[in-house]
């Protein structure tokens, strides 16, 4: 464990990521911004990671958090990779971000802390390296609403602003994010790395990325074969939790996939409202490549890019280094399809497994499509035997599916209150409704009024609380002749 060496407001930085090969990164001080304004800080998190909370709540935290003032033990440096981006390969990397370090916190976990907002770098492709707020908010928002849902994503700490405007569509304020990610791997940076690197550096990556995430296996017998295997086995977990609660991506490129499973990138992402596998909200894609419906398809077609990585380090022989990846890759079907039924049937009160289970909950889903039932609020009416106030209520369809529901509850050992209990648990009272987080971003952008922002994240952290004051956050929008876009602006 790294030797704690807390500064007075607790960074214990350690530099594991700039001891890999030079080719992965380039050290880089954040540019200096004119009058840094803390306007949200993260201070539960902050807490855990060992950070003096009152400190930085202080200007002297602002400066840090805008990059005018580096961290003691912390060494910047923007990382390279590559990616896919809606399905052409491309050069890429931090062109707007620069990781700072990596915190130890008391426990001698290791955190990635990163500047996102920071100012140009080597690989900013004639970008500005700036933020604006909006966007910074809105990531936030919903990573931290994304943590609370239970489900492995990034963390924010803090949003600065700058003092400074950032020019995009129209003149916006300029922010800078601070990030928290157990790393910031990415199937990108193994596509760098196979695409530039050498089989020794592509090694050392593989090396690192085992050492960091997976230590138990980097003894295995074939232990990159054991990376592929576990990187397989988080994402298959992760999107199927994204697919639990309705979360659209938006962006599912190889460079937003972590090595790790975390959720990364808050661009054009949003929930769900009316149940629709076709639902897009990102403003660029214009042909549902990254549908809400989609998203278990593309995981899989990014963990092909990443096997194809790995092919030099699976074996000698190229036919058999495919054979060994296409092996793997054959299991993800079914590591999703466990994962995602087993989280349906918590959300239906099911504990035990019958072979029926899948067809019923299809039935479910294909009726609030058929019916433009909303997604979080029918499995909650469900929950709470509210399903008079759905729109599927008074259908015979649904009279004869939520008979075979009642019946289906029956035949397990669990009472009623324990089969309620596992539903209360399994389906969020709340999600970040796009009109919700819209609204607290226009108070907080136009306005410079955050308490609309701070209420929102006050209901949104805790889900499964059910609680009476989260009940005026869980109406979807009213109709609208204009669908919700979103755009790619962080």
Known sequence: MTEKTYTKTGWNFDNSYARLPGLFYTHLS??????????????MLAASLGLNVQELQSQAGAEVFAGNQIPEGALPLAQAYAGHQFGHFTMLGDGRALLLGEQVNPQGKRFDIQLKGSGPTPYSR????????GPM???YIISEAMAALGIPTTRSLAVVTTGKPVFRETVQPGAVLTRVADSHLRVGTFQYAAQWGTTEELRALADYALQRHFPDVRLDRNRYLALLQAVIKHQAALIARWQLVGFIHG????????????????????????????????SIDRKGRYAYGNQPYIAGWNLTRFAETL?????????????????????????YQEQWLMGMRAKLGIANQ???????????????????????NTFLALTFEQQTDTVLFGHPEFAEWYEAWQARLKRQPQTQAGAQQLMKDSNPAIIPRNHQVEAALESAVQKEDYCVLERLLAVLAK??????????????????????RTFCGT
Request: glycine share 6%.
């Open 463 to 484: 889900p499964y609380a059910h609680s009476p004051e989260q009940q005026a956050y869980a109406a979807p929008s009213e109709p609208s002749e204009q669908p919700y």
């Open 137 to 139: 908010l809105r990531e």
């Open 30 to 43: 954040p540019t200096p911004v004119q009058s840094p304004k803390l306007v949200i800080f993260n201070s």
């Open 126 to 133: 004639q970008g500005d390296g700036r933020a604006a707020l």
């Open 311 to 335: 092919l030099p380090l699976l074996h000698d022989n190229e036919e058999q280094a495919v054979q060994l990846a296409q092996d793997e890759l054959a299991h993800f079907g079914d590591w």
């Open 354 to 376: 019958e072979e029926q289970d899948k067809a019923l909950i299809q039935d479910l889903l294909g009726m609030m499509m058929k019916y433009g039932a909303d997604y979080t």
């Open 251 to 282: 962006v599912m490129n190889t460079d937003n996939m972590t090595i790790s499973g975390e959720t990364i990138d808050y661009g054009p992402c949003a929930f769900m409202d009316t149940y629709d596998p076709a639902t897009v909200f990102s």
